[in-house]
């Protein structure tokens, strides 16, 4: 029988490996890379594409603010995010996560950043986490559907489902800050610590930000309040805190009511 070419046998480790949640740029896989180019180097006619090398994470943040600011519309603002090449994590993605929901909702829900699921589907929130996230909008009369935008700081799925890193996060800041501009929400729900943390520029911990608000404004004059949360995946892992972010959704509920936002 003959042996199975290195190539198909590295695209199907890849594949076996990212439905274990492995990525593509793990140390694991860069070595199997390297070694296949190793083996491969007598061969002119084979090759291993090399890693892309990243972009100067101040030059990139510069990029991405300069194209961010030509966005008027939300879809141009997707076509641009899902273009751009100065995040190192899109290397090892199968897609750009940039929304889902309704363009133009008074809320909008920001978590961190794709998962495995979200990675596959190309939507933000929509494994375990995300049916959770619906149920706890559902409670108080919000969905994705109706009157809710949902996206996340970051729109690439980082390795083994870290957190992303500042220089990512930085990156990404003005797609998020333009897509709030052209949205124009009054409501930023923060889901978690990574996303409460960034967008208020502060290290104040979760549990201490959650049940808080704040004013929030962007560099192009978009003013909203934003309310930090528990992340629904922090919910699943630890369900007694449900408790606590049944009172802070009630708190943005009563918020809601007193800013005079109507839900259809």
Request: charge should be neutral; glycine fraction near 8%.
């Amino acid at each position: 029988m003959p042996e199975p070419s290195p190539d198909l046998a590295l695209t199907a480790l890849t594949d076996w490996w990212g439905e274990m949640g492995v990525a593509a740029d793990s140390d694991v896989m860069k070595a199997y890379a390297r070694a296949q180019t190793v083996e491969k180097a007598s061969s002119p006619k084979a090759s291993v594409p090399l890693p892309r090398k990243a972009q100067d994470p101040e030059a990139a943040a510069a990029d991405a603010k300069s194209v961010a600011a030509a966005c008027t519309t939300m879809e141009e603002l997707v076509k641009a995010i899902t273009a751009f090449e100065g995040c190192p994590l899109k290397a090892g993605c199968q897609t750009t996560v940039v929304f889902d929901g309704a363009v133009g909702a008074d809320i909008m829900v920001i978590g961190e950043g794709p998962g495995a699921e979200e990675d596959r589907t190309g939507k933000p929130f929509v494994g375990k986490a995300g049916q959770l996230l619906d149920r706890m909008l559902a409670a108080i009369n919000l969905s994705r559907e109706a009157n809710t935008l949902i996206t996340n700081v970051n729109y690439w799925r980082p390795p083994n489902n870290r957190n992303p890193e500042a220089d990512e996060l930085k990156v990404c800041r003005p797609f998020v800050d333009r897509m709030i501009e052209i949205t124009a929400p009054k409501f930023i729900i923060a889901a978690g610590a990574v996303p409460a943390k960034a967008l208020l520029g502060v290290s104040t911990g979760i549990m201490k930000l959650r049940g808080t608000e704040h004013e929030f404004n962007t560099p192009g004059g978009a003013e909203g309040r934003l309310f930090p949360i528990l992340h629904p995946a922090f919910l699943l892992r630890r369900p007694q805190e449900k408790s606590r972010a049944w009172r802070d959704l009630q708190m943005i509920e009563r918020r809601m009511g007193e800013f005079g936002i109507k839900l259809d």
